[in-house]
């Protein structure tokens, strides 16, 4: 299994076959195999992506300038936010007991 690292440029090979130049947004994921991308905000497997040649010394940055890595921090943020609400909710329902409420009937 191909694994990608954190701000690896990337190419993406769509349904479709076409081929989109994207940055990984958090590293591949050991258990499922997928990359987390920043293009559509996809995880995918790692046959769909293969590292951009920019990227084949592994020292480029996807972004040139401080704003576009503030820009990243807060997108990366964003998402990280995301999979914990959605942890979290997973946990709730399955610890909550389920309560049937009547209505009143009169």
């Known amino acids: 299994m191909k694994m990608y690292r954190e701000n ?3 190419v993406y090979t769509d349904e479709t076959g076409r081929k989109i130049d994207t940055f990984v947004i958090f590293d591949t994921d050991h258990q499922s195999g997928t990359t987390h991308i920043n293009h559509l905000n996809l995880k995918v497997g790692a046959d769909q992506l293969e590292l951009h040649p920019r990227s084949a010394n592994g020292c480029s940055m996807p ?3 401080s704003i576009s890595f503030e820009l990243f ?3 990366k943020e964003k ?3 995301q999979d914990q609400m959605k942890h979290a909710r997973g946990q709730m329902s399955s ?3 389920v ?3 009547l209505a009143k009937a009169s």
């Open 73 to 75: 921090k807060q997108l």
């Open 99 to 101: 309560v049937n409420l």
């Open 63 to 65: 972004m040139n300038d």
């Open 8 to 10: 690896d440029s990337v």
């Open 79 to 81: 998402y990280t936010k």
């Open 95 to 97: 610890n909550a007991k």
